[in-house]
């Protein structure tokens, strides 16, 4: 119950939040990609390359999640009534895809060929050293990522891990999964050379190559998921769609709620429609002010309530009097 507000992504600042938290993470990719790549060649380790390719992927997601916020910022126009907003779901799907290709195919691939073909060994020392700096960069990416999400599931009243799993502030879920996976695929990285080291055999490192694209794989879908729930449509949490119908009722001249439909368009944006019946003997002066009152105690009680439409609708006793289907 305590993910209602978090869940509706009712934050006063995320947006800025999300913004430094997707560019640190991307400057911090950026170059561990490269030196991995180098450590790589030089090594000839199959999971250090693995590991390059994982940063490159994550790289191209955060340009991807900057894209996404920044397009969906845009305010609403003729053409797109209702915002750009879900247009960073767009974005992060194809992060996750990009997640998928750039990371998780490479590395089962490379470690499928190496389990295959066979790897000669060579001197780990470099890619101990990149891994080793990566994992500080890697480290204070998650840690700008994290602590953002504490702090807005702090101000929701939400546990963490049910925050990161309903937030609709996909930019920072992305950034801590992403780096999450990464500080583990260094360690599986360093376990494939160490055991390469200590054996003789490229199997540790085809080895470690299958569990970082196995890994790579399981983010993929986490986030592909989330964001396709969210571009098919996700309402409200029900406790919060309880206590809308509730706010509602409060309203003078309201009967009853009928139909309440709500959709979450973005982390702070969501909209509410209801079919609502009112009284009788209202005027129509009095159902117009029924429904700014409405309109004002919901954007009052829930900020991220940015669109609430009422569509008045005779109830179920004035139906079966005029002859009509008892049921909108």
């Not at 997601?61 to 915002?83: C, F, M, N």
């Not at 194809?94 to 490379?110: C, H, I, K, Q």
């Amino acid at each position: 119950m305590a993910m209602t507000e978090a869940e509706a992504g009712q934050q006063d600042d995320g947006g800025g939040e999300s913004t430094f938290t997707v560019i640190v993470a991307a400057l911090a990719n950026l170059g561990i990609a490269v030196a991995k790549a180098v450590a790589g060649v030089i090594s000839g380790s199959s999971a250090m390359l693995s590991e390059a390719a994982h940063s490159v992927a994550d790289t191209v997601t955060e340009v991807l999640l900057l894209t996404a916020l920044k397009r969906s910022e845009k305010p609403a126009d003729e053409d797109h009534p209702l915002g750009y907003g879900p247009e960073r779901y767009i974005w992060a799907l194809l992060a996750a895809v990009a997640t998928f290709v750039g990371g998780a195919v490479f590395s089962l691939y490379d470690g499928i060929h190496t389990l295959v073909a066979g790897e000669e060994p060579g001197d780990p020392l470099v890619s101990y050293l990149v891994l080793a700096v990566a994992f500080l960069l890697e480290g204070y990416s998650l840690r700008t990522g994290v602590r953002q999400a504490r702090g807005e599931a702090e101000r929701m009243g939400a546990p963490f891990k049910r925050y990161l799993r309903y937030t609709p502030d996909t930019a920072v879920k992305a950034v801590v999964l992403e780096d999450s996976a990464a500080l583990i695929g260094l360690v599986l990285a360093a376990g494939g050379l160490l055991g390469g080291q200590l054996t003789g055999s490229g199997v540790w490192d085809g080895i470690a190559s299958l569990c970082i694209g196995l890994l790579l794989l399981y983010v993929a879908w986490v986030l592909g998921r989330s964001n396709a729930e969210l571009l098919i449509g996700r309402p409200l949490p029900k406790p919060m769609r309880e206590r809308i119908r509730a706010e509602l009722l409060a309203v003078e001249h309201v009967e009853a709620v009928l139909e309440l439909t709500t959709l979450v368009q973005g982390p702070r944006e969501a909209l509410v429609a209801a079919k609502v019946d009112f009284r009788d003997v209202s005027t129509a002066a009095q159902i117009e002010w029924a429904c700014e009152q409405a309109e004002a105690r919901l954007r009052e009680a829930f900020p991220v309530v940015s669109r609430v439409y009422l569509d008045p609708t005779p109830g179920y006793v004035q139906r079966r009097h005029e002859g009509l289907n008892p049921w909108p």
